[in-house]
């Protein structure tokens, strides 16, 4: 289905602002404009949504690589167009062409959205699979690994000092015996929490102690891409508690919270602002009414949530 000219109109007004905020990042009237352009209706969040998107998913793009194909510096809204309609085209040719084909096509165990499942694992081992998650397991007479491909999973592990049970998220390894424990992955974050028992994470990637341990009741949340730790305790009874409806977040960023609450609604969430996901949020979320508690993450900063229909929700400046 082709776009309406109006919405390729908006696409490229928004191009533009990305490039002229991309290539002049210090620039308070670049930011200002952006803002402004993007609160003016619907129609304009969910364009600059698509364009910050665009920034998430193709480095390339919108990263480092800032050389053009005639060789100077700075980027083209031709480049940020292209990259957009190559995403919209994999969209629209169906998930299997895209990142999550891939990861359900690697999982022995998947949900849907709302979804959560409980599998019972061959060693006795159990996972509460949350929303929209997925997992790999790979048993052997040697080792016990899970691989956390996307999502978030509580696990109760079934004790065998001969086979330490590890689960890996990316580059961060989390290794237990006869204890249990969350894990999540959302937003670029990953987060540990302890239940039971004792941990040892493994995140080459952070400013973490090479196999630092984690008790009862302790949490840290890790981003791999900036070196960051964030580190607590909580009450072992609020660890996982979204499998009793409740999101607990202490100190995390906005991105991070949206992603997982995002696993609760129907449709994909944008951040129409690419600088509120760094904000951090601490509180209980209810998760019967992911909307409801989308809008209590971000309505501390200012920012309203917006419905487009069945289609998305997007989440922008008033």
Same mark, same amino acid.
């Given at each position: 289905?082709?776009?309406?000219?109006?919405?390729?109109?908006?696409?490229?007004?928004?191009?533009?602002?990305?490039?002229?905020?991309?290539?002049?990042?210090?620039?308070?009237?670049?930011?200002?404009?952006?803002?402004?352009?993007?609160?003016?209706?619907?129609?304009?969040?969910?364009?600059?949504?698509?364009?910050?998107?665009?920034?998430?998913?193709?480095?390339?793009?919108?990263?480092?690589?800032?050389?053009?194909?005639?060789?100077?510096?700075?980027?083209?809204?031709?480049?940020?167009?292209?990259?957009?309609?190559?995403?919209?085209?994999?969209?629209?040719?169906?998930?299997?062409?895209?990142?999550?084909?891939?990861?359900?096509?690697?999982?022995?165990?998947?949900?849907?959205?709302?979804?959560?499942?409980?599998?019972?694992?061959?060693?006795?081992?159990?996972?509460?699979?949350?929303?929209?998650?997925? #997992? /790999?397991?790979?048993?052997? &007479? !040697?080792?016990?690994?899970?691989?956390?491909?996307? =999502? +978030?999973?509580?696990? *109760?592990?079934?004790?065998?000092?001969?086979?330490?049970?590890?689960?890996?998220?990316?580059?961060?390894?989390?290794?237990?015996?006869?204890?249990?424990?969350?894990?999540?992955?959302?937003?670029?974050?990953?987060?540990?929490?302890?239940?039971?028992?004792?941990?040892?994470?493994?995140?080459?990637?952070?400013?973490?102690?090479?196999?630092?341990?984690?008790?009862?009741?302790?949490?840290?949340?890790?981003?791999?891409?900036?070196?960051? #730790? /964030?580190?607590?305790?909580? &009450? !072992?009874?609020?660890?996982?508690?979204?499998?009793? =409806? +409740?999101?607990?977040? *202490?100190?995390?960023?906005?991105?991070?919270?949206?992603?997982?609450?995002?696993?609760?609604?129907?449709?994909?969430?944008?951040?129409?602002?690419?600088?509120?996901?760094?904000?951090?949020?601490?509180?209980?979320?209810?998760?019967?009414?992911?909307?409801?508690?989308?809008?209590?993450?971000?309505?501390?900063?200012?920012?309203?949530?917006?419905?487009?229909?069945?289609?998305?929700?997007?989440?922008?400046?008033?």
């Amino acid at each position: 289905m082709s776009e309406a000219p109006e919405e390729r109109l908006l696409f490229r007004e928004a191009a533009d602002l990305a490039i002229r905020l991309q290539n002049d990042p210090a620039n308070p009237v670049a930011l200002d404009m952006v803002r402004a352009w993007s609160a003016r209706s619907p129609r304009h969040a969910a364009a600059w949504a698509r364009v910050a998107q665009i920034h998430g998913m193709t480095g390339k793009i919108l990263g480092d690589q800032r050389k053009t194909a005639d060789g100077h510096g700075g980027l083209t809204r031709r480049m940020v167009i292209l990259g957009g309609m190559i995403g919209l085209g994999a969209a629209a040719a169906g998930t299997w062409l895209g990142p999550q084909a891939i990861r359900h096509a690697r999982a022995d165990a998947s949900t849907s959205t709302a979804e959560i499942r409980r599998v019972v694992l061959a060693d006795g081992s159990v996972i509460t699979l949350g929303p929209d998650s997925t #997992v /790999a397991v790979h048993f052997s &007479e !040697a080792r016990r690994e899970i691989v956390l491909l996307d =999502g +978030m999973a509580f696990f *109760e592990v079934a004790r065998d000092p001969a086979r330490p049970f590890t689960v890996l998220s990316g580059s961060v390894s989390v290794t237990a015996i006869g204890t249990a424990f969350d894990v999540s992955s959302d937003g670029g974050y990953i987060s540990v929490s302890v239940d039971h028992g004792i941990v040892e994470v493994h995140a080459p990637n952070a400013s973490l102690s090479p196999g630092e341990r984690l008790n009862v009741g302790d949490w840290i949340t890790l981003d791999p891409s900036l070196h960051k #730790v /964030a580190r607590g305790v909580r &009450e !072992a009874s609020q660890i996982a508690a979204w499998r009793e =409806g +409740m999101l607990i977040a *202490e100190q995390e960023t906005v991105s991070a919270m949206v992603a997982k609450i995002a696993r609760w609604q129907a449709g994909p969430v944008m951040l129409a602002d690419p600088f509120l996901g760094s904000r951090v949020v601490s509180g209980v979320f209810d998760l019967s009414n992911p909307l409801r508690a989308i809008e209590a993450v971000v309505r501390p900063f200012g920012a309203k949530v917006r419905q487009l229909g069945s289609f998305a929700t997007v989440i922008s400046p008033v």
